[in-house]
């Protein structure tokens, strides 16, 4: 059961920005959970976020972008051992941190890139935050998953990493909490992690699906900043947790056939997801009620999710290689991406 609980969340986490990536010619990887395959081909898009220069910043499969309030796209061709698809996110130096296959990347404003590579035994890094400390706080698991680590890195680079408890765990998503500690994911073992920013961890387990064993799947996490940080299950529910370790999970409409994927938040209000194979975007307010729209692209792949200066939520769609601007009314703005579109039904989803 363990070994089969992990190969299932290890498929999900390389779609739902994990930043791993898949051998040119391997087989399309099937979802047990979603009916749908995904295809290794193509040059894919994956988190997004918002930068201090006012633009959001993506991962590309080659590189880094950015892309303005008018949809202009610029574009940073990376030269990277592993194509990169992980996820992103702003510092406190004003410089945009992203995971790479075996590495954590940075690039300034002005484009001047590092590269920092992570210990030998490690799987791609699943998900990356800014810290209180000044210091990008990371998750990372070992190639085994028998290990599972919360790491740190400085602005001059220096990588640190705590071990977590429970082995298996599979950390993927991870946000600073309104407490001042890091709130982490532990997708294989059913469970949230704190780290405080000296390094204690604590654990809590969540509940079970109904009449089940296994595990929810947690995979993204955002705070409210004030009292709940809200994470995504690939269970089809939105958990909320509070600075205790209360639980209240609250499930889709009936209707969804979406899994979600990235959550963020607007400002504390509400909550907003990608639901990567029902090519939704979900919304749930602070009391629960949650709702869905769908995309205009078809089989778009919404993946990253990151509300902008502007208002304005930002999508990066990772299998017609476009980002969609969506109004808090849902009012939704198509960018493409790449030069030449790529066919979502050739290279990235179809039905089973």
């Not at 959970?33 to 959001?56: A, R």
């Not at 950015?66 to 406190?92: D, K, N």
């Not at 990066?316 to 476009?322: D, E, G, L, P, W």
Request: proline residues 7%.
């Amino acid at each position: 059961m363990r070994e089969l609980c992990t190969c299932i969340a290890l498929l999900c986490l390389t779609l739902v920005l994990s930043g791993s990536s898949v051998a040119k010619n391997a087989m399309p990887l099937a979802s047990p959970m979603g009916g749908h395959t995904f295809s290794s081909g193509g040059p894919f898009l994956g988190g997004i976020t918002s930068g201090p220069d006012g633009n959001m910043w993506f991962t590309e499969r080659n590189g880094v972008g950015t892309i303005s309030s008018s949809g202009r796209v610029r574009e940073y061709p990376l030269s990277l051992r592993e194509p990169l698809l992980g996820a992103i996110a702003s510092g406190i130096d004003r410089s945009i941190w992203f995971i790479a296959a075996d590495a954590i990347g940075r690039i300034t404003m002005t484009g001047r890139v590092s590269i920092y590579q992570l210990r030998p035994d490690s799987s791609p890094p699943t998900a990356i935050t800014a810290g209180p400390d000044g210091r990008m706080w990371f998750t990372v698991n070992s190639q085994d998953n028998d290990r599972n680590y919360i790491g740190t890195i400085s602005t001059r680079g220096l990588i640190t990493y705590h071990r977590v408890p429970t082995a298996y765990s599979l950390v993927s998503g991870i946000a600073l909490g309104p407490d001042g500690n890091l709130w982490f994911c532990e997708s294989n073992t059913n469970k949230i992690g704190r780290i405080s920013p000296t390094g204690r961890i604590s654990e809590f387990a969540l509940p079970k699906p109904k009449g089940t064993s296994y595990s929810s799947f947690p995979q993204s996490i955002v705070s409210d900043g004030h009292r709940y940080l809200w994470f995504t299950q690939l269970i089809r529910e939105i958990g909320r947790i509070d600075l205790r370790g209360h639980v209240a999970e609250y499930m889709l409409p009936r209707s969804s056939s979406g899994q979600p994927a990235t959550i963020v938040s607007n400002k504390g209000k509400s909550f907003w997801f990608t639901e990567l194979y029902s090519n939704k975007v979900g919304r749930i307010t602070s009391t629960g009620h949650a709702t869905e729209m769908s995309l205009p692209t078809p089989n778009s792949g919404p993946l990253g999710i990151a509300l902008g200066r502007d208002g304005n939520f930002w999508i990066t769609q990772t299998c017609s290689n476009t980002i969609s601007k969506v109004t808090p009314a849902g009012a939704v703005t198509v960018y493409p991406v790449a030069r030449t579109p790529y066919q979502a039904k050739a290279y990235c989803i179809s039905s089973v």
